[in-house]
């Protein structure tokens, strides 16, 4: 059986139980003439490969025939379609201990998973810590929780609406951490534990570390798969500033399990973390100072939106220490100093917690990728080619310690493209076109696609359409005033680039406008389509209108 020729069948069988069960299934459709059958009882079918016209009765004979008249198997419906046998499958069965070898349990680790044995594949995952990785346990449901009870909170003390009046009681930050800490157990049980047994694959408990280009130790034993796909993560990252390792700091991960509120809080850093925590902590009554070098918030945002948002925390009671190069930290009675320079002059800022929100550093430093002939970047991070393999040609990389962009939706889109990769040989790229992203401050940020300096950058024609938050209803009626929806498109082909928004609800918002980005649709497809009224997903037709008239002299849903 050649590579080019090969397909790939997908039987379901009903009457599996067991592991049992699945080596029964498998020895049958192998005598049958099937290669590399997987059966999994869990889900009720087996996967294997064939000659193009087989005959593909026998194989369903074949099942029937594994079982017994006290337990029967009963074949149903195949799904015939092109493919291969893992990578050198053919003829070496006996010289690899597994297909794929996953090193780290996360969202890209568990979705090379899933997509691996959806393919067949037999897999083996190591984790050394817990499972679930940065999103479950660490970044963006305890994040987003302690974001949401920091709004309920600030809607609470605040109440905007006239006779509407409420008053916040309190604050029982450990009662709070002990319902954050039950939704992580929670949707960590059911997202990641319990499928392990689900889709069957080998969970290994220890640190992995390379021994030579094809094999991988876990504490004693020795693993030589086919393939291995790196997925270890990264961490919060630590500047080299004077001082910072002789004071007591916060990160994203040791900030969300404080039990107590401190009275005042300095955040180094201005990107997604520093601005949702900073504001989260503010709204709860903890005075924040965020500090930055650089003159404004969000550089890569149209300035129109960087600046309601900027001066909404202001607003709000935030101090923005912009334009600041930090010279060095020091201990002080009742907490940290930063002393720091802007426009040459020295400035000074005290508070009683310090918290660095200045990046992240991939984990790779237990794997010892130059045993496995694995470059990596000046930070560490593996290098990997658009098809995210490795300089090892066995070995790919997903997720965020490859430093690519740091989003859930990346890492797992990486691990499913990874595995096919891997266990395929296609060499498909993975499209970073159109990655949404979303700031999760109130109001939200979101962009996708190009920016008006990126789209000109690639040479584009470059037509503008900019909505503000005053004429789009959902934003008014949610009082809020601040930002709006930037459209950026291409003046020859009307085609849409970019998209940027500052409203109530820009993350649901983006999602529409990546599909529009990903789809290749124009300007004149927004404008034409159907917006539901009143929400603030209508600002991207708004913003699609503006590009030819004022959006703010029209009737509702013109």
């Given at each position: 059986?050649?590579?080019s020729?090969r397909?790939?069948?997908?039987?379901?069988?009903?009457?599996m139980?067991?592991?049992d069960c699945e080596?029964?299934?498998?020895?049958a459709?192998?005598?049958?003439g099937?290669?590399?059958?997987?059966?999994?009882?869990?889900?009720?079918?087996?996967?294997?490969?064939i000659?193009?016209?087989?005959?593909l009765?026998?194989?369903?004979?074949?099942?029937?025939?594994a079982?017994?008249?006290?337990?029967?198997?009963?074949?149903?419906d195949?799904?015939?379609?092109?493919?291969?046998?893992?990578r050198?499958?053919?003829?070496?069965?006996?010289?690899?201990d597994?297909?794929?070898?996953?090193?780290?349990?996360g969202?890209?680790?568990?979705?090379?998973a899933?997509?691996?044995?959806?393919?067949?594949?037999?897999v083996?995952?190591?984790?050394?810590?817990t499972?679930?990785?940065?999103?479950?346990?660490?970044?963006?449901?305890?994040?987003?929780?302690?974001?949401r009870?920091?709004?309920?909170?600030?809607?609470?003390?605040t109440?905007?609406?006239q006779?509407?009046r409420t008053r916040?009681?309190?604050?029982?930050?450990?009662?709070?951490?002990?319902?954050?800490?039950?939704?992580?157990?929670?949707?960590?049980?059911e997202?990641?534990?319990?499928?392990?047994?689900?889709?069957?694959?080998?969970?290994?408990?220890?640190?992995?570390?390379?021994l030579?280009?094809?094999?991988?130790?876990?504490?004693?034993?020795?693993?030589?798969?086919?393939?291995?796909?790196?997925?270890?993560?990264?961490?919060?990252?630590v500047?080299?500033i004077?001082?910072?390792?002789?004071?007591?700091?916060?990160?994203?991960t040791?900030?969300?399990?404080?039990e107590?509120?401190?009275?005042?809080?300095i955040?180094?850093?201005?990107?997604?973390?520093?601005?949702?925590?900073?504001?989260?902590?503010?709204?709860?009554?903890?005075?924040?100072t965020?500090l930055?070098?650089?003159?404004r918030l969000?550089p890569?945002?149209?300035?129109r939106?960087?600046?309601?948002?900027?001066?909404?925390?202001?607003?709000e009671?935030?101090?923005?220490?912009?334009?600041?190069?930090?010279?060095?930290?020091e201990?002080?009675?009742g907490?940290?100093?930063v002393?720091?320079l802007?426009a040459?002059h020295?400035e000074?800022?005290?508070?009683?917690?310090?918290?660095?929100?200045?990046?992240r550093?991939?984990?790779?430093?237990?794997?010892?990728?130059?045993a496995?002939?694995?470059a990596?970047d000046e930070r560490?991070?593996?290098?990997?080619?658009?098809?995210l393999?490795?300089?090892n040609?066995?070995?790919?990389?997903?997720?965020?310690?490859?430093?690519?962009?740091?989003?859930?939706?990346?890492?797992?889109?990486?691990?499913r493209?990874?595995?096919?990769n891997?266990?395929l040989?296609?060499?498909?790229?993975l499209d970073?076109?159109?990655?949404?992203?979303?700031?999760?401050?109130d109001p939200?940020?979101?962009t996708?696609?190009?920016?008006v300096?990126?789209a000109?950058?690639?040479?584009?024609?470059?037509v503008?359409?900019?909505?503000?938050?005053?004429?789009?209803?959902?934003?008014?009626?949610?009082?809020?005033?601040?930002?709006?929806?930037?459209?950026?498109?291409?003046?020859?082909?009307?085609?849409?680039l970019?998209?940027?928004?500052?409203?109530?609800?820009a993350?649901?918002?983006?999602?529409a406008?990546?599909?529009?980005?990903?789809s290749?649709?124009?300007?004149?497809?927004l404008?034409?389509?159907?917006?539901?009224?009143?929400?603030?997903?209508?600002?991207?037709?708004?913003?699609?209108?503006?590009v030819?008239?004022?959006?703010?002299h029209?009737?509702?849903?013109?």
């Amino acid at each position: 059986m050649t590579e080019s020729n090969r397909l790939r069948v997908t039987l379901t069988v009903a009457g599996m139980t067991c592991r049992d069960c699945e080596q029964r299934v498998e020895q049958a459709l192998a005598q049958a003439g099937a290669r590399d059958p997987q059966a999994d009882w869990q889900r009720g079918l087996v996967t294997f490969f064939i000659e193009p016209g087989a005959d593909l009765e026998r194989f369903r004979a074949a099942v029937r025939a594994a079982g017994s008249p006290s337990h029967r198997y009963v074949p149903g419906d195949f799904t015939v379609s092109p493919g291969s046998l893992p990578r050198e499958a053919a003829g070496s069965s006996d010289r690899f201990d597994t297909d794929l070898l996953i090193i780290g349990g996360g969202s890209a680790g568990f979705a090379a998973a899933i997509e691996a044995r959806q393919l067949g594949a037999r897999v083996v995952m190591v984790e050394q810590g817990t499972l679930g990785g940065t999103c479950v346990n660490i970044g963006c449901v305890p994040s987003k929780f302690f974001l949401r009870a920091a709004e309920v909170a600030h809607l609470a003390a605040t109440a905007p609406y006239q006779g509407i009046r409420t008053r916040l009681e309190g604050i029982d930050l450990p009662a709070l951490r002990e319902q954050q800490r039950s939704l992580i157990a929670t949707l960590r049980r059911e997202k990641y534990e319990e499928l392990v047994d689900f889709y069957g694959w080998e969970l290994l408990r220890g640190t992995a570390r390379f021994l030579d280009p094809e094999t991988v130790a876990v504490g004693e034993r020795r693993i030589r798969p086919r393939a291995v796909l790196l997925a270890t993560g990264a961490r919060p990252a630590v500047p080299a500033i004077p001082g910072l390792t002789d004071v007591p700091y916060l990160t994203s991960t040791t900030a969300l399990e404080l039990e107590h509120l401190p009275d005042s809080l300095i955040v180094l850093g201005a990107g997604y973390v520093a601005l949702e925590l900073g504001q989260a902590f503010l709204r709860l009554g903890t005075a924040v100072t965020l500090l930055q070098r650089r003159p404004r918030l969000l550089p890569d945002l149209d300035e129109r939106l960087a600046t309601s948002l900027q001066e909404r925390l202001a607003a709000e009671g935030m101090r923005l220490a912009l334009g600041m190069t930090v010279q060095r930290v020091e201990r002080v009675a009742g907490g940290v100093r930063v002393v720091a320079l802007r426009a040459g002059h020295e400035e000074v800022v005290e508070a009683e917690a310090l918290l660095v929100a200045t990046g992240r550093t991939p984990n790779t430093e237990s794997l010892d990728l130059a045993a496995a002939g694995i470059a990596t970047d000046e930070r560490s991070a593996p290098l990997v080619d658009p098809t995210l393999r490795t300089t090892n040609p066995r070995v790919y990389a997903a997720g965020d310690v490859t430093l690519l962009p740091q989003f859930v939706s990346v890492a797992a889109a990486a691990g499913r493209l990874a595995a096919r990769n891997a266990l395929l040989g296609e060499d498909r790229p993975l499209d970073l076109r159109a990655v949404p992203a979303v700031v999760f401050t109130d109001p939200q940020v979101a962009t996708v696609g190009l920016s008006v300096a990126e789209a000109e950058a690639e040479g584009f024609s470059v037509v503008t359409g900019f909505a503000p938050a005053a004429a789009i209803a959902r934003e008014r009626v949610n009082l809020q005033d601040a930002g709006g929806v930037l459209v950026v498109a291409d003046a020859a082909t009307d085609r849409l680039l970019g998209v940027q928004a500052v409203a109530s609800a820009a993350g649901e918002l983006i999602d529409a406008a990546t599909l529009a980005v990903a789809s290749r649709l124009t300007l004149s497809d927004l404008r034409e389509h159907l917006a539901p009224y009143l929400t603030s997903a209508e600002g991207l037709r708004l913003a699609a209108l503006a590009v030819t008239q004022d959006v703010s002299h029209l009737s509702c849903c013109a």
